[in-house]
């Protein structure tokens, strides 16, 4: 075995050299054993160097594209990531890093269920889609991963001079959102038979799973230490607080991070304005805004009129949990397969004016629950979203007679 390059620019020298010989269409195997013998182990800012080298001196941004999973594979395990820098519980990078822990664990569930594929049919086959609709729906979620990444994180590597990997990066993104996109489309074709499905795995609900799995392993080999060695504290917390409006992924981030010799704020990064709201009945602080509505005696849900969730209240006694990871999900996703198309009939009805409330009532571990639905709409008739009220009406259900003196109950 030949001695490993000690030397920058000898090393990037043959990792250009290797992937070239990618391209140019030797095998990935062969590649990467050459890739072990002479470099051993490559640091990860190197990596993303060569890349953008590449770039300029002219090998199209598709061609880079298009084998950009080859480069990832004969790459995967051999970056040097000694040199990365810790990360903060709670720190941007950190609920990245946890994101895709659960994207990881979804991913895993899904390839086993399409593993049981094989031979199965009827009511077998049905519940496998059921199955797999609800972990593509919790896959495509993915969506607010990227674009934190495409908006907050990469005008700081473009300014930086880092140009083209995060064009490359993007395109990637935009694939694996159409795979995603498809597998869902394919899972809820009427009737389709289990060797429909078993190729359409194939040609797209798999590439659609490797497609995400192999975008962790760039992220957590390459793209987050190159991040954190380029940002500095302030860039990280300018992107923390502009998080929260595109929202997380299958992951809401238990504490807040704030860099060293900051205070944190008493309120949520979100709401740290001293203004008052002022509306035509009076106003109130962010402060109290929070409290009033955490205080009724009913959950709120609010959908924008993109569909998707941009607010939820969050009383000590909610009747259904949720935590920050929806926010901005398309509330389709959010519903169990069965019942989306409730979900649709509903939204449909209230962006055409058809219907501006939806009642409904279930019991709930022995508790009458009534939820209702409300059409938002402006002073000129234009549909701003929806609002889900949620009330638990066990206790009011058995009122009699009247309660005019004061009776504090426990």
Known sequence: MSKNIDNSKARKAKLKELILKLHAG?????????????????????VVEVEQELLQEGLPQEEVIKLCDVHSAVLEGKVDLS??????????????RQENRALAAVIGEANARLATLGGIDGAGLQAAIFDLTGLFNR???????????????????????????????????????DLL??????????GISSEELEASTEIVLQPALKGVADMIVKEEEILLPMLMDTLSDGDWYEVQKQSLEI???LYDPPTVWVPAGMKAAGLDLAQQYEGR???????FSAQDLMAILNTLPVDITFVGSDDKVKYFSQSSERIFQRNRAILGRDVRHCHPPASVHIVERILEDFRSGKQSR??????????????????????????LGTLEVSQDLT????????QRILSYTS
């Open 26 to 46: 030797e095998s990935q195997e062969s590649v990467r054993q050459e890739l072990i013998q002479t470099l051993g182990a490559i640091p990860y800012g190197e």
């Open 139 to 177: 896959l495509i979620d993915v969506d607010k991963h990227y674009m934190r990444k495409e908006y907050l994180l990469f005008p700081y590597l473009e300014q930086a001079g880092v140009t083209g990997p995060p064009k490359v990066m993007w395109a990637k993104h935009d694939e694996i959102r």
């Open 83 to 96: 040199a990365a820098k810790s990360i903060p519980e709670g720190h941007p990078v950190d609920v990245l």
């Open 277 to 283: 709201f002022q509306l035509p009945s009076g106003s």
């Open 247 to 249: 929202g997380y992924c």
């Open 181 to 190: 996109k498809g597998s869902l489309e394919v899972l809820k074709t009427p």
């Open 395 to 402: 206790g009011y259900r058995v009122l009699e007679g009247e």
């Open 358 to 383: 939806a009642p409904f009532w279930i019991n709930l571990h022995g508790r009458m629950i009534y939820i209702e639905y409300f059409a938002l709409r402006n002073d000129q008739g234009e549909y």
